[in-house]
């Protein structure tokens, strides 16, 4: 095992490295208030007004960082994002230190920091989401993993268990990181590191770390489980097949050549044996995503690492030939263009190609929640003054009920509703609602919970931007012929 006095480290390469994260944090300050609301941040937005130690979907972080943006910048759309900026930022920096960590240089470094950025971590920097933290958190326990392992410091464990520990507070992804370490470990050694009582100490300090979380999750019958069961249910097939695929597009494909180079050295490279258990580590994290059905970019922090392990590799490689210094430089100034592109608001609203919406998902779930809003407020004002006095708003997804509650106020809408995840345990509206205004309910009508139903208006966002709400009905329901306690199981979905 490699150890500080016969193993000198490069010197950390910071202005180039400086100037990268600099340069990502200037370009996600300049789109900060493009387009709107994502739908997951109006949703965290409403879960900030119900602190907890947990939800049925995720951990307490996320919506207590859009809580305390509101509290300390007021209650904007760029105040809530001011988090999520700096993780690309953080991400950036470990990358780098990642890749010095591996023997790389100012070079090796340089790439690393660079590539870093590529759309995921720019969608991550832009939107607050869970993602963003875990990037940051996946890349901290690597990194002090690595420096365990190649250094012979195991106290670096300690700081690997601190940062699963306050990971599981934003989401409880990390798990997959250990279990596909430790099996790395067994798999390829140095198997005593299993036995390394700095390693079962770090182990102890995630868990009383994380142990509100934790308690939380054990005390309501784990939600998070069932959640993940929902999830793998309605998007699982399809993320099965789109996982490998996507490997080589989450960071750009004219950069998957660096990142499947540094995986072969890391199972070849002699002096990167003690971390090859990075090397099996992804497999074994990919593999149980795809029995699971977990998203496609659940195991990227790995795919980084062996990102960054590939720029020392190509580094060296380039270093023989200017030609092929060329070669990496125009890889990394496409794929940054695109990434740009894609990943970020930077084209007008009218003009998004169809095929830049469907590449990021996240680009049409920020657009024309404003507008929603505002035939929804139509829908209502339209009602006899008697049905508004006991009229309530139920909307089909937290997206269209975050909104509401966002913009509701100004057309004093009544309380709206939701059975989708967390927002179902608000619920169900008063006894004295007969009236209900049903947002995103497609023949909601043949439930039989209301004498008539009219839909009175479908959505639009005005900008032609196909999306999850653009043509969803609106649609009045009087005459309520049973109990809302009744009726509210029924509308309780997960996903």
Known sequence: MAHDSVRTLPRFAWR??????????????A???RYGYHRDELYFRLLSDHPAWGYVDEPPLTPMLARLGIALFGDHLWSIRIPALLCPVAIVVLGALLARELGG?????TLAAIGSCGSLVLVAGHLLSTASFDLVVWLLVILFAARALLR???????????AVGLGLYNKQLVVLLLIGLGAGLLIAGPRRELLSPWLWAGLGIALVVGAPNLVYQLTHDWPQAKMAEAVARNKGHDDRIMFVPFQFLLLGPLLAPIWIAGWVQLFRAPQWRPVRALAWAYPVVGVLVLVTGG???YAFGLLLALYTAGCVVTARW??????RWVAVGAALVLTAATSILIGLPVLPERSLPPSIVAANQTIGDSIGWPAYV???AAAYQALPASDQAVAVLVTSNYGEAGALDRYGPRYRLPTVYSGHNELHRYGPPPESATVAVFVGFERVGRLGYFDSCTEVDTLDNGV???????????TVCRGRNRPWREIWPSLQHYD
């Open 31 to 33: 789109t900060i208030n």
């Open 152 to 162: 012979g410091q195991p106290r670096w464990w300690l700081a690997a268990g601190l």
């Open 295 to 297: 998203q496609v970019y």
């Open 464 to 474: 032609g931007v196909d999306n999850e709400e653009q043509g969803e009905p609106i």
């Open 105 to 109: 240089g100012t070079a090796a470094q």
């Open 318 to 323: 380039a270093a023989a030939r200017r030609a």
């Open 16 to 29: 180039p490295v400086a100037a990268v994260a600099l340069a990502a944090l200037v370009l996600l300050t």
């Open 374 to 376: 505002r035939q929804v």
